[in-house]
């Protein structure tokens, strides 16, 4: 795994060979460079790569509805 990565959630859509989603979680802070160079590594193909920072509020929110 990644180092700078504290967990991520998968989705797929699409049917066989359509479109992977994950959304990455860490606390150090902008990581779209890190996972960019990794997935040059793997030879991954990126569709979209964007940062969503969250408050508090919502991290408990999440926390306590799931």
């Known amino acids: 795994g990644a180092p700078f990565v ?4 998968r989705k797929e859509t699409g049917e ?3 479109w992977l989603t994950l959304e990455v979680q860490s606390a150090s802070g902008d990581i779209r460079e890190q996972l960019f160079r990794l997935a040059v590594e793997k030879d991954w193909s990126l569709r979209e ?3 969503e ?6 991290v408990f929110a999440r926390i306590t509805t799931s």
Do not use: N
């Open 53 to 58: 920072r969250i408050s508090l509020e919502e």
């Open 16 to 18: 066989e060979g359509g």
């Open 6 to 9: 504290e967990s991520f959630t």
């Open 49 to 51: 790569l964007h940062s």
